[in-house]
């Protein structure tokens, strides 16, 4: 048994759909999580500053002596995870590949959408994990750069949000039969993308397919935290405002949590 917690990491509030599914399916596991709205949105950053920043979220995670850290953001995944899982002796996660194998899994007719940030979508890195897998799939990708701020600034039920989404994903429309949502802001927007995209679509959550993959880690190198620890303890950190973010995570965790500013 291991009660060191589980790091997540991302550029904002987004990571926190990844964190809700990771307290449903393995309640026992503490968590420390850092979001860093100060600079989000990462996806129109060039690759390097957003490497720059990956490392330092990183860093701050170490300090919190993890046993694990999740890459609970798709940009960064696509510019860092490789070269941090190589650097750290400690298992190292992101959200693309599961998200990719789920798609194949859901996809009827070999029509896959992927929806992400500017930079993920210009590493293609989800086109060529799932053409890697099933070469048959086809995939268009669509960047999609101003979802993040309208879920970081919390208008997520605003008709300004409705707008912004149709407008974005009208390209897509009746072109696929599985979207994923290649960001782990968009579970947030679900059902306005849902309701654009229509019902016979399925809509794949990188971040909660992640879940299941940080399960079979934790099993395989044996360091489950013990259900019977005397308390689970959940740790969260922003580098902009934690009244927004305790606003936001308050109400997608079902929960009041506590909030701490950081400076990285």
């Known amino acids: 048994m291991d009660n060191r917690p589980i790091g997540f990491l991302d550029s904002g509030v987004g990571g926190l759909t990844v964190v809700r599914e990771l307290m449903r399916q393995l309640p ?3 968590i420390v999580y850092v979001g860093d709205s100060a600079r989000a949105p990462y996806g129109p950053r060039p690759a390097e500053q957003i490497r720059e920043y990956t490392w330092e979220l990183v860093n701050f995670l170490v300090t919190k002596n993890v046993k694990m850290i999740v890459f609970a953001c798709n940009t960064a995944t ?26 194949i899994k859901s996809t009827t007719k070999g029509h896959v959408g992927v929806i992400g940030t500017p930079m ?8 060529q994990k799932i053409q890697l897998l099933a070469p048959a799939v086809e995939v ?35 072109k696929v039969d599985t979207l994923v949502l290649g960001c782990t802001h968009y579970p947030l927007l679900r059902p306005i993308i849902q309701n654009v995209m229509g019902p016979s679509v399925k809509l794949i959550d990188s971040g ?24 689970v303890r959940h740790y969260f950190y922003t580098t902009a405002s934690p009244e927004i973010f305790q606003e936001i995570a308050s109400v997608w965790l079902k929960q009041k949590i506590n909030v701490e500013h950081v400076t990285l």
């Open 28 to 30: 026992y596991e503490n």
């Open 78 to 103: 696509a510019v860092a995870w490789e070269e941090v899982k190589e650097a750290l002796d400690i298992p190292v996660l992101g959200v693309i590949l599961p998200g990719s194998s789920a798609a």
């Open 120 to 127: 993920t979508v210009t590493s293609d890195i989800y086109r």
């Open 140 to 174: 268009i990708s669509l960047a999609c750069p101003k979802f993040v701020p309208i879920v970081e600034s919390n208008e997520i039920q605003s008709s300004v949000a409705k707008k912004v989404v149709y407008e974005t994903l009208a390209p897509l429309v009746g």
């Open 208 to 231: 909660a397919e992640c879940v299941r993959d940080i399960s079979v880690l934790l099993n395989y190198f044996e360091i489950n935290s013990s259900r019977y620890q005397e308390k």
